[in-house]
């Protein structure tokens, strides 16, 4: 038996082999503009995962973990600024398409989790990349307020669909519907009034 330690066709560049960005970047911080690492790039997770199967040989279901994208921490911003992660529905929504895209063709995909519930601590940046779909205030008590993707999250899962997995069994109507039900997520209830600037 092989063991397999490392794969060799990664390279961590964000580019393409033409130099190109291999898709549209999280954010750009005018400070540092190589600052956001996570890049809107659907196709190639279907690959990805299409490699994990074909290449290695996986027959075994695989789960998704750690799927998400980060906004950057700006104290300036006020809820309502906050609450528009309209990248993050776009990242989520389009990186569940690819898997949906992978599990047609035969890649045994039974789980996905996005990165993350809530703003937490990241390992690499501290406090500086926000993951989450909960906004967390780090100033005032740790409030947390939801944001637009949370808010569409909820409804896509609470959906009623067919299939064994909740979401990825779906007809060729799964983009129209995801869509409209961007633009239909509800509007919070847990918002405290009072709240001016989302402070860190």
Known sequence: MR????????????????????????????????????YLCPDELTELLYRVKNIYNVSKPIIITENGSPDMNDTSKTYQQV????????????????IRTAIRNNVNVMGYYVWSFMDSFEWSSGYKDRFGLIYVDYVNN??????????WFKKFLSEKK???????????????????????????????????????
């Open 3 to 38: 063991k397999i330690t490392r794969d060799c066709h990664f390279i961590a560049s964000g580019k393409d082999s033409n130099g190109d960005p291999i898709g549209k970047q999280a954010y750009v911080d005018p400070t540092n503009p190589n600052l956001s690492w996570v």
């Open 142 to 151: 740790l409030q947390r307020y939801p944001k637009n993707s949370a808010l």
């Open 83 to 98: 609450r528009d992660d309209t990248y993050r529905m776009e990242y989520i929504k389009k990186h569940l398409i690819a």
């Open 162 to 200: 067919e299939g064994l997995l909740k979401r990825s069994r779906m007809d060729d109507n799964e983009e129209v519907e995801v869509n409209e039900t961007m633009v239909e997520a509800d509007k919070p209830t847990e918002v405290i009034s009072k709240l001016k600037k989302a402070k860190v």
